[in-house]
T-cell receptor, first 112, second 112 residues
Framework: ETGVTQTPRHLVMGMTNKKSLKCEQH?????MYWYKQSAKKPLELMFV???????ENNSVPSRFSPECPNSSHLFLHLHTLQPEDSALYLC???????????FGAGTRLSVL | QQPVQSPQAVILREGEDAVINCSSS?????VHWYRQKHGEAPVFLMI?????EQKGHDKISASFNEKKQQSSLYLTASQLSYSGTYFC?????????????FGGGTRLMVKP
């Protein structure tokens, strides 16, 4: 148990659906992240929030929309996804400058 | 630009040693090491902040050569529990903070 909880653990959606991924951290950290992990590819940073403000976008397609309502919660809203968006989506949090990241177990997303 | 890890995969017998390398084309501020077991969240192992620094716990240690812009992870007398994928994450100078770039991972399998 890392203190970072992601729901749902598995998600199957069609290309026209709208869904949201949720991440919650109970560690009192002030930075939160979304990563995409595809087979045989490095972890790709998608979004960073520090003190509830987005600090990095990394050229992510607009069909992915993050939301950080407070320092403990992070959402990733999904709409009109493509099959190539199928991947494991990981959330992480970190306490500050040393940037040690605590990961959730991820949401396995399949887009049909 | 992401760091390059080598080897991509390694198979060991219990008790054997392994070295995993992480190289960057940019000057590094820090190097992080994480391990991810199948179906689980990546877990932080250690962070190296200074050139020439070495750290370790149990039989896993790491070095950071700032001049060569590389880090190595040493696994000594490997145990079955060491199996998983090892990732290095790097912070570069001039970075705005809060961002790691991860290597492609090294898949380690320890057999009895």
């Amino acid at each position: 148990e890392t203190g970072v909880t992601q729901t749902p653990r598995h998600l199957v959606m069609g290309m026209t659906n709208k869904k949201s991924l949720k991440c919650e951290q109970h560690l009192g950290h002030n930075a939160m992240y979304w990563y995409k992990q595809s087979a045989k590819k490095p972890l790709e940073l998608m979004f960073v929030y520090s003190l509830e403000e987005r600090v990095e976008n990394n050229s992510v397609p607009s069909r992915f929309s993050p939301e950080c309502p407070n320092s403990s919660h992070l959402f990733l809203h999904l709409h009109t996804l493509q099959p190539e968006d199928s991947a494991l989506y990981l959330c992480a949090s970190s306490p500050g400058r040393k940037n040690i990241q605590y990961f959730g177990a991820g949401t396995r997303l399949s887009v049909l | 630009q992401q760091p390059v890890q080598s080897p991509q995969a390694v198979i060991l017998r219990e008790g054997e040693d392994a070295v995993i390398n992480c190289s960057s084309s940019k000057a590094l501020y820090s190097v992080h090491w994480y391990r991810q077991k199948h179906g689980e969240a990546p877990v932080f192992l250690m962070i190296l902040l200074k050139g020439g620094e070495q750290k370790g716990h149990d039989k896993i240690s790491a070095s950071f050569n700032e001049k060569k812009q590389q880090s190595s992870l040493y696994l000594t007398a490997s145990q079955l529990s060491y199996s998983g994928t090892y990732f290095c994450g790097t912070e570069v100078y001039g970075n705005a903070g809060n961002m790691l770039t991860f290597g492609g991972g090294t898949r380690l399998m320890v057999k009895p």
